[in-house]
Protein backbone atom coordinates (compact mmCIF):
# COMPACT_ATOMS: atom_id res chain seq x y z
CA UNK A 1 0.00 0.00 0.00
CA UNK A 2 1.49 3.62 -0.99
CA UNK A 3 0.92 6.21 1.36
CA UNK A 4 -0.57 8.30 -1.09
CA UNK A 5 -2.71 7.44 -3.75
CA UNK A 6 -1.08 8.90 -7.95
CA UNK A 7 -3.55 11.36 -7.91
CA UNK A 8 -2.45 13.03 -4.78
CA UNK A 9 1.18 12.40 -5.26
CA UNK A 10 3.72 15.37 -5.37
CA UNK A 11 7.39 16.23 -6.13
CA UNK A 12 8.14 15.65 -2.13
CA UNK A 13 12.23 16.81 -1.95
CA UNK A 14 12.32 14.96 1.11
CA UNK A 15 11.49 11.73 -0.11
CA UNK A 16 14.44 11.95 -2.66
CA UNK A 17 15.33 8.31 -0.84
CA UNK A 18 12.68 6.48 -1.83
CA UNK A 19 13.62 4.43 -5.45
CA UNK A 20 16.36 3.25 -3.69
CA UNK A 21 14.38 1.85 -0.60
CA UNK A 22 11.62 0.73 -3.15
CA UNK A 23 14.20 -1.20 -4.41
CA UNK A 24 16.05 -2.51 -1.01
CA UNK A 25 11.93 -3.75 0.10
CA UNK A 26 11.84 -5.35 -3.03
CA UNK A 27 14.89 -7.29 -2.48
CA UNK A 28 14.09 -7.98 1.34
CA UNK A 29 10.24 -8.85 0.63
CA UNK A 30 10.57 -12.66 1.08
CA UNK A 31 13.28 -12.61 3.55
CA UNK A 32 13.39 -13.22 7.76
CA UNK A 33 14.55 -9.33 7.80
CA UNK A 34 11.48 -6.84 9.84
CA UNK A 35 11.23 -3.36 8.99
CA UNK A 36 12.28 -3.06 12.23
CA UNK A 37 15.88 -4.05 11.89
CA UNK A 38 15.87 -1.59 8.61
CA UNK A 39 15.17 1.19 11.73
CA UNK A 40 18.51 -0.34 14.03
CA UNK A 41 20.18 -0.40 10.62
CA UNK A 42 19.59 3.64 9.89
CA UNK A 43 19.89 4.22 13.94
CA UNK A 44 23.71 3.15 13.22
CA UNK A 45 24.15 4.75 10.51
CA UNK A 46 23.28 8.01 12.04
CA UNK A 47 25.33 7.21 15.46
CA UNK A 48 28.17 6.53 12.49
CA UNK A 49 27.60 10.22 10.94
CA UNK A 50 27.53 11.59 14.42
CA UNK A 51 31.06 10.19 14.99
CA UNK A 52 32.37 11.08 11.75
CA UNK A 53 31.08 14.94 12.65
CA UNK A 54 33.03 14.64 16.02
CA UNK A 55 36.09 13.56 14.16
CA UNK A 56 35.83 16.19 11.92
CA UNK A 57 35.98 13.69 8.85
CA UNK A 58 32.91 15.83 7.09
CA UNK A 59 32.04 14.12 3.84
CA UNK A 60 31.97 10.62 5.54
CA UNK A 61 29.05 12.45 7.90
CA UNK A 62 27.94 13.61 5.27
CA UNK A 63 28.00 10.22 3.10
CA UNK A 64 25.81 8.76 6.14
CA UNK A 65 23.77 11.07 6.71
CA UNK A 66 22.31 10.51 3.03
CA UNK A 67 22.36 6.69 3.51
CA UNK A 68 20.38 7.00 6.85
CA UNK A 69 17.95 9.47 5.27
CA UNK A 70 17.67 6.30 2.45
CA UNK A 71 17.58 3.72 4.79
CA UNK A 72 14.94 5.71 6.89
CA UNK A 73 12.41 5.29 3.81
CA UNK A 74 13.10 1.80 3.08
CA UNK A 75 11.91 0.44 6.75
CA UNK A 76 8.26 2.06 5.49
CA UNK A 77 8.41 0.81 2.69
CA UNK A 78 9.10 -2.47 3.61
CA UNK A 79 6.30 -2.69 5.73
CA UNK A 80 3.75 -1.62 3.40
CA UNK A 81 5.46 -4.60 1.03
CA UNK A 82 5.23 -7.21 3.88
CA UNK A 83 1.85 -5.77 4.45
CA UNK A 84 2.80 -5.58 7.99
CA UNK A 85 1.42 -2.00 9.50
CA UNK A 86 3.30 -1.51 12.77
CA UNK A 87 2.53 0.70 15.49
CA UNK A 88 6.06 0.07 17.43
CA UNK A 89 7.78 0.43 13.93
CA UNK A 90 6.52 4.26 13.32
CA UNK A 91 7.58 5.43 16.94
CA UNK A 92 10.22 3.67 17.02
CA UNK A 93 11.17 5.58 13.82
CA UNK A 94 10.38 9.23 15.09
CA UNK A 95 11.74 7.96 18.49
CA UNK A 96 15.43 6.93 16.48
CA UNK A 97 15.01 10.59 14.23
CA UNK A 98 14.60 12.34 17.43
CA UNK A 99 17.66 11.60 19.11
CA UNK A 100 19.74 11.23 16.09
CA UNK A 101 18.75 15.14 15.26
CA UNK A 102 19.54 15.85 18.68
CA UNK A 103 22.76 14.44 18.15
CA UNK A 104 23.92 15.46 14.88
CA UNK A 105 23.45 19.17 16.29
CA UNK A 106 25.34 18.07 19.52
CA UNK A 107 27.99 16.95 17.52
CA UNK A 108 27.85 20.51 15.21
CA UNK A 109 27.89 22.11 18.38
CA UNK A 110 31.46 20.37 19.64
CA UNK A 111 32.84 20.63 16.85
CA UNK A 112 32.28 24.61 16.11
CA UNK A 113 32.38 25.48 19.25
CA UNK A 114 28.75 27.69 19.62
CA UNK A 115 26.88 28.08 22.36
CA UNK A 116 24.35 25.19 23.34
CA UNK A 117 21.56 27.92 24.04
CA UNK A 118 22.16 28.49 20.21
CA UNK A 119 22.03 24.41 19.55
CA UNK A 120 19.09 23.77 21.82
CA UNK A 121 17.26 26.09 19.71
CA UNK A 122 17.83 24.75 17.00
CA UNK A 123 17.31 21.44 17.87
CA UNK A 124 14.02 23.44 18.76
CA UNK A 125 13.16 24.52 15.20
CA UNK A 126 14.16 21.46 13.14
CA UNK A 127 12.06 19.17 15.23
CA UNK A 128 9.23 22.20 14.94
CA UNK A 129 9.38 22.63 10.80
CA UNK A 130 9.55 18.93 10.72
CA UNK A 131 6.74 19.00 12.70
CA UNK A 132 4.75 21.00 10.07
CA UNK A 133 5.68 18.93 7.32
CA UNK A 134 4.37 15.65 8.95
CA UNK A 135 0.80 17.82 9.99
CA UNK A 136 -0.13 18.57 6.63
CA UNK A 137 1.27 15.66 5.00
CA UNK A 138 -0.67 13.14 7.11
CA UNK A 139 -3.34 15.25 6.86
CA UNK A 140 -3.38 14.39 2.93
CA UNK A 141 -3.19 10.94 3.63
CA UNK A 142 -6.23 10.89 5.97
CA UNK A 143 -8.00 12.73 2.74
CA UNK A 144 -6.81 10.67 0.24
CA UNK A 145 -8.65 7.43 -0.65
CA UNK A 146 -6.16 4.26 0.09
CA UNK A 147 -3.54 6.71 1.83
CA UNK A 148 -1.73 4.87 4.90
CA UNK A 149 -3.47 6.12 7.71
CA UNK A 150 -1.03 4.48 10.47
CA UNK A 151 -0.14 7.50 11.41
CA UNK A 152 -2.33 9.55 12.81
CA UNK A 153 -3.62 13.70 12.68
CA UNK A 154 -3.71 13.80 16.39
CA UNK A 155 -1.91 11.96 18.33
CA UNK A 156 -3.79 11.79 21.92
CA UNK A 157 -5.06 8.23 22.29
CA UNK A 158 -3.15 4.94 22.96
CA UNK A 159 -4.02 3.15 19.50
CA UNK A 160 -4.87 -0.58 19.54
CA UNK A 161 -1.81 -2.96 18.79
CA UNK A 162 -2.10 -4.47 15.25
CA UNK A 163 -1.50 -8.11 14.61
CA UNK A 164 1.69 -9.59 16.04
CA UNK A 165 2.22 -6.56 18.36
CA UNK A 166 2.17 -6.42 22.22
CA UNK A 167 -0.58 -3.58 23.46
CA UNK A 168 2.14 -2.91 26.73
CA UNK A 169 4.75 -2.26 23.98
CA UNK A 170 2.94 0.12 22.12
CA UNK A 171 1.82 1.65 24.80
CA UNK A 172 5.46 2.43 26.25
CA UNK A 173 6.76 3.55 22.66
CA UNK A 174 3.54 6.11 22.20
CA UNK A 175 4.16 7.42 25.87
CA UNK A 176 7.87 8.22 24.32
CA UNK A 177 6.12 9.60 21.42
CA UNK A 178 4.44 12.10 23.38
CA UNK A 179 7.47 12.65 25.61
CA UNK A 180 9.40 14.02 22.62
CA UNK A 181 7.02 14.92 20.22
CA UNK A 182 3.96 16.04 22.34
CA UNK A 183 5.11 20.21 22.46
CA UNK A 184 5.97 20.34 18.95
CA UNK A 185 2.70 18.61 17.42
CA UNK A 186 0.39 21.09 20.03
CA UNK A 187 2.48 24.20 19.35
CA UNK A 188 1.71 23.59 15.17
CA UNK A 189 -2.02 22.45 16.16
CA UNK A 190 -2.18 25.65 18.01
CA UNK A 191 -0.55 27.48 14.96
CA UNK A 192 -2.98 26.07 12.09
CA UNK A 193 -5.70 24.30 14.30
CA UNK A 194 -8.18 24.58 10.88
CA UNK A 195 -5.60 22.61 8.44
CA UNK A 196 -7.20 19.26 9.38
CA UNK A 197 -10.81 20.14 8.06
CA UNK A 198 -9.44 21.98 5.24
CA UNK A 199 -9.66 21.69 1.56
CA UNK A 200 -7.18 19.13 -0.14
CA UNK A 201 -4.18 20.49 -0.98
CA UNK A 202 -2.63 20.49 -3.76
CA UNK A 203 0.81 19.24 -5.02
CA UNK A 204 2.43 22.67 -5.39
CA UNK A 205 1.84 23.77 -1.75
CA UNK A 206 3.11 19.82 -0.59
CA UNK A 207 5.95 20.51 -2.66
CA UNK A 208 7.04 23.92 -1.06
CA UNK A 209 6.04 22.66 2.35
CA UNK A 210 8.62 19.28 2.09
CA UNK A 211 11.42 21.51 2.55
CA UNK A 212 10.68 20.72 5.86
CA UNK A 213 10.70 16.94 5.50
CA UNK A 214 13.47 15.60 7.48
CA UNK A 215 15.03 14.16 4.19
CA UNK A 216 15.53 17.55 2.99
CA UNK A 217 16.58 18.93 6.41
CA UNK A 218 19.22 16.31 6.64
CA UNK A 219 20.37 16.75 2.96
CA UNK A 220 20.62 20.38 3.41
CA UNK A 221 23.11 19.87 6.66
CA UNK A 222 25.01 17.34 5.02
CA UNK A 223 25.77 19.63 1.68
CA UNK A 224 27.20 22.33 4.73
CA UNK A 225 29.09 19.88 6.31
CA UNK A 226 30.33 18.64 3.14
CA UNK A 227 31.30 22.28 1.79
CA UNK A 228 33.24 22.86 5.06
CA UNK A 229 30.50 25.26 6.20
CA UNK A 230 29.54 23.52 9.62
CA UNK A 231 29.67 26.93 11.44
CA UNK A 232 26.42 27.41 9.29
CA UNK A 233 24.33 24.93 10.09
CA UNK A 234 23.05 25.84 13.46
CA UNK A 235 22.35 29.31 12.55
CA UNK A 236 20.72 28.18 8.80
CA UNK A 237 18.09 26.02 11.11
CA UNK A 238 17.06 29.03 12.86
CA UNK A 239 17.33 30.79 10.32
CA UNK A 240 14.89 28.49 8.01
CA UNK A 241 11.84 28.54 11.00
CA UNK A 242 10.73 31.84 9.72
CA UNK A 243 8.94 30.65 6.98
CA UNK A 244 6.69 28.68 9.10
CA UNK A 245 3.98 31.03 9.33
CA UNK A 246 4.33 31.97 5.44
CA UNK A 247 3.31 28.69 4.55
CA UNK A 248 0.65 28.90 7.66
CA UNK A 249 -0.82 31.87 5.67
CA UNK A 250 -0.56 30.34 2.19
CA UNK A 251 -2.35 27.11 3.80
CA UNK A 252 -4.52 29.74 5.44
CA UNK A 253 -4.92 31.44 2.13
CA UNK A 254 -5.39 29.09 -0.45
CA UNK A 255 -7.55 26.20 1.25
CA UNK A 256 -9.88 27.42 3.89
CA UNK A 257 -13.26 25.44 3.77
CA UNK A 258 -15.69 28.02 1.79
CA UNK A 259 -16.99 30.48 4.61
CA UNK A 260 -13.38 30.44 6.73
CA UNK A 261 -11.67 32.32 4.53
Known amino acids: MAKLSAEASFLDLSDYGRPFATFISAKLKNTAITPLHITYLFGVCGLLAIYFILQQQ ?56 SSIWWMLLAFFCLQLQGTLYNFYYVILRHKTAGGDQTSKIFEVETPIALGGESQKIVTIFFKIYLLTYGIFDKIIYKLDRNAAVSNTFD ?9 YGLGFQLLCIAALLALGFANLVIPSV ?18 APAGRK
Open 58 to 113: FILAAIFIVIKCIIDAADGELARVKNTPSYIGRYCDSIFDFILNFGFLLAICSITE
Open 203 to 211: SYFMTLVSI
Open 238 to 255: IIATIFIPIIIVIRIFLY
